[in-house]
C-alpha cells in the first residue's frame, strides 16, 4: 500500500461541509411539505371521527326507538364540537355531558368545528329520531365544519335520512 492510501482515513472538513449543507436544504425544502401533510391529516382525522360519532348517535336513535343527539361538551357559541361532544339519549342540554351514551375528547385548539344549517346559521346539537333520520330540522339537512385558517376544511354532509358523508371544503 502506498503511503497516499495509508495516509487518508476519514473525511476531510470541506466534504463534511458539503454534506452538512446538503442535509440542511434537503431539510428547508421537506418540512414545510411535512407539516402541511400533518395538518391535513389532522383535519381528515377529525372528520372521521365526527363521521362516527354521528354514526353511533344515529344507531343509538335506532337502537332505542327515540330520539338521540349530539352536541359539544360546551357551550361556546362557536367552535361548539372543538372541546368534545357527546352523544345522549333523547334531546338534552347541549353544553352538559352528564349522563351521556357516549363521551368523546376534543380536537386539536387550532380546528373550528360548528354544526351548521344550510345557511351557514350555527347548530347546538344534530338529533337522530327513532328511525334514524334527522330530527328538529324542519327539512334542512346538517353540515359539520372542521376548519383551520390556512387549509382546506372538510365538511360532513348529514343527509335528511342520517347518512352522513365527507367533503373538502374552503374554509
Not at 137 to 152: A, D, K, P, Q, Y
Amino acid at each position: 500500500m502506498s503511503g497516499w492510501a495509508r495516509s487518508r482515513k476519514g473525511f476531510s472538513l470541506l466534504e463534511l461541509m458539503i454534506v452538512l449543507v446538503i442535509i440542511g436544504l434537503s431539510l428547508s425544502v421537506a418540512l414545510p411539505s411535512y407539516q402541511n401533510m400533518i395538518s391535513r391529516f389532522g383535519i381528515t382525522s377529525v372528520a372521521n371521527d365526527l363521521l362516527a360519532g354521528a354514526a353511533f348517535a344515529r344507531s343509538e336513535a335506532l337502537k332505542r326507538g327515540g330520539v338521540a343527539s349530539l352536541y359539544g361538551s360546551t357551550t361556546a357559541t362557536s367552535n361548539r364540537l372543538g372541546s368534545g361532544y357527546c352523544v345522549m339519549s333523547g334531546v338534552g342540554s347541549p353544553g352538559n355531558c352528564t349522563g351521556a351514551i357516549q363521551n368523546f375528547s376534543g380536537s386539536d385548539v387550532n380546528l373550528t368545528v360548528d354544526i351548521v344549517n344550510p345557511s351557514g346559521q350555527i347548530q347546538n346539537t344534530l338529533q337522530f329520531d327513532d328511525l334514524g333520520g334527522l330530527a328538529n330540522t324542519n327539512g334542512e339537512i346538517r353540515l359539520i365544519n372542521i376548519c383551520r385558517t390556512g387549509f382546506v376544511g372538510r365538511q360532513i354532509q348529514i343527509s335528511l335520512i342520517g347518512r352522513g358523508k365527507i367533503v373538502e371544503v374552503v374554509c
